[in-house]
């Protein structure tokens, strides 16, 4: 088994914010997260990453349980489990390739840091990255100079240039325009493709959800509610993720250009 | 959970929420008029005070605060004709004081770098130990540079460099607690998102938190410099060296050498007002032109 998530459960205080989470993933695969607000998703996808440590609970990753490692063992697996953040998390005072290349910082000793020494291998393979992502003209270019559709490409290019198992988005297109949108999630979708790398995605919107995974997880207040493919997330099992009355319409939840152009102006 | 989500009751949800806001309000404009009140008493017995305890009064030696400079201005005018020599004598003691300052406002400051980013919430090193930094930064800055001078002096004997360790002590307490307000201000996100691909604390502190922080660093650095060079010339009286050491030379063997002593506050003050032109100068680039 590639990946096992068995009873990972996150309390703050008195309030549970994910509750006994459990399934497996037997192969790479792109997975989509799904549900309200507050439903818990950005928490799972931290405690994977190590940003936040969980309550209770093991996710073993071929078969070695990375919750309980630390220190450097923990960095390391950092390394190999890419973070994808909303706001795009980059340095904005710093040059877009730098950014790319703090990718590599596991391997980097302090020192060499300190003195933004890095092989010239890398500085190659980062502008490769960006070429890949279409953003290679950006690259002197601080960060904070860009689109944040292309800001989020360039957290894309740090998360590809770490060479992870896993890349983790959490929101990824949810402060983007549907066109930026609809590019990142292509960019993503690929990734998955022809690197064969783990995706996991929490995605607000149920369409995108629909349309670029393989599999779709649906989280309400903290549990898991529904786990299964793009097919069987009829509208019924979604009114009951997103715990919406009759009303509810798929339209209210997308930002894709195709279900805008779908609803009556 | 449930309440938590539950849509809110306008009419009777907002009324408790406008009273407690308006109460703290009250209660803010009632300290900041009490903290006023109390500055204010403090200031009047102060000044009762010192004037209680000055000898003769001081409403009587007021006079005699002009005399000093009359007699040095007096002095030196007569001499006027040795004043460049003198100005050209005691510039390398000028470099001296400023060398000193210089070199402990840079160490200070590295070391307030380190102290600051220990003591700041959400980007400390070891959380629970931010207290105790908070308080070694406390003390540094509370105990004046003057008295640890005179302990390293007594111990290590004369020269600059008790001198330089006093003055980065002191610094290094009094930027730190200024660095640390900085730091406060800095956003997570971009040390987030070094955190996530496995970066380590001190290479999430140099690229995520410095470059964010570097302009404010070093325009309260380029100020403390100033405030340095003036310390290090008072140190100089304590047998530090550097300009200060000639001041007192030329003050205290009295009898004829005020034209050394006009000679060199005219550098000393021409030096502070240099550096104060320069450094507000960059400064105002800094926090108008947003850096490099
Ligand atoms: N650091 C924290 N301290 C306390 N409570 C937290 C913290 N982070 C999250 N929570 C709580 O945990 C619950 C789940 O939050 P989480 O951010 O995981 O939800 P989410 O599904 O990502 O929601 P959104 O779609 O709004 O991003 C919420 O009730 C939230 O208030
Ligand atoms: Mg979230």
Known sequence: MLLRVTGVTKRFGANTAVQNVTFDVAKPVMIGIIGRSGAGKSTFLRMMNRLTDATEGEIRFEDRDILRLRGGDKRAWQSQCAMIFQQFNLVPRMDVVSNVLHGTLNRRSTLATLFNLFPQDDIHRAIDILDRLGIAEQAPKRAEALSGGQQQRVAIARALMQDPRIILADEPIASLDPMNAQVVMDALRRIHEEDGRLVVANLHTLDTARRYCDRVIGMRDGRVVFDGTPEQLTTGVARDIYGADAGFSEAATSTAIEALDRVPA | ?292
């Open chain 2, 1 to 292: 959970m449930a309440e938590l989500t539950a849509a809110p009751h306008p009419g009777n949800g907002i009324d408790p929420i406008r009273a407690e806001y308006m109460a703290l309000t009250r209660r803010k404009r009632l300290y900041g008029g009490l903290t006023l009140l109390v500055f204010v008493l403090l200031m009047l017995s102060g000044f009762t005070l010192a004037d209680s305890r000055n000898a003769g009064g001081f409403w009587d030696g007021l006079h005699r605060i002009f005399d000093f400079p009359a007699q040095v201005l007096g002095e030196a005018w007569d001499k006027i004709d040795l004043m460049p020599a003198h100005l050209v004598k005691f510039f390398p003691a000028l470099i001296e004081t400023i060398n000193i300052a210089a070199v402990s406002t840079l160490v200070g400051a590295m070391l307030a770098i380190v102290l600051s980013l220990l003591s700041t919430r959400g980007l400390a090193r070891f959380p629970a130990l931010i207290p105790l930094f908070r308080r070694i930064m406390d003390v540094m800055r509370a105990v004046p540079e003057i008295v640890i001078a005179l302990v390293l002096i007594f111990i290590l004997g004369g020269g600059p460099v008790p001198a330089m360790i006093a003055i980065a002590f002191h610094t290094a307490g009094a930027l730190g607690k200024l660095f640390s307000e900085v730091n406060e201000n800095a956003s997570l996100k971009p040390v987030e998102g070094l955190e996530s691909v496995g970066a380590n604390w001190t290479q999430r502190m140099l690229l995520g938190v410095v470059p964010q922080v570097a302009p404010n660093y070093l325009s309260y650095g380029l100020l403390r410099f100033e405030i340095n060079i003036r310390a290090s010339a008072i140190l100089g009286f304590v047998g530090a060296g550097g300009i200060g050491y000639e001041l007192k030379n030329a003050m205290s063997w009295g009898q004829g050498k005020f034209d050394e002593a006009a000679a060199i506050f005219l550098l000393l003050f021409g030096a502070i007002v240099v550096f104060d032109q320069v450094s507000s100068h960059f400064r105002n680039k800094l926090t108008h032109g947003g850096g490099a």
